[in-house]
């Protein structure tokens, strides 16, 4: 069904909220880099980037990507925090990074 080596952007996958956000920020033309692209896109596929499957379909730009995707997932699963932050001192900083990388109005 597919050649080795075809990328992960070939494979065909169910999608997930995942693909979902990775579709809107790329229509949306977030300015962010492809790194952050593929953590949003890949982060879930636990088979790939925790229990080295699929390794044959990657690309070598796959490959470069998967150390990111790596420390993404630090900070995934399991990592909340159960003390609530002060959402009021955070919403400036956040604000920010809005503005800067997703401006204006989004199409969902």
Same mark, same amino acid.
């Given at each position: ?16 909220? !995942?693909?979902?956000? *990775?579709?809107?920020m790329k229509f949306n033309k977030f ?21 080295? !499957? ?9 490959? !470069? ?10 900070? !995934?699963?399991?990592? @909340? ?11 400036? *900083? *956040?604000?920010?990074?809005?503005? @800067?990388?997703?401006?204006?109005i989004l199409s969902w």
């Open positions: 069904m597919y050649q080795p080596h075809c990328g992960l952007e070939n494979v065909l996958m169910s999608w997930g909220h !995942d693909e979902y956000l *990775y579709q809107m300015s962010l880099p492809s790194e952050a692209f593929y953590m949003v896109r890949f982060h879930s596929f636990y088979p790939w980037h925790t229990g080295g !499957d699929y390794r044959q379909l990657c690309s070598q730009q796959d490959l !470069d990507m998967l150390p990111w995707v790596q420390e993404f997932n630090k900070f !995934d699963l399991y990592t @909340k925090c159960p003390d609530l932050p002060e959402v009021k001192s955070l919403r400036p *900083y *956040y604000q920010g990074l809005i503005d @800067k990388y997703c401006p204006g």
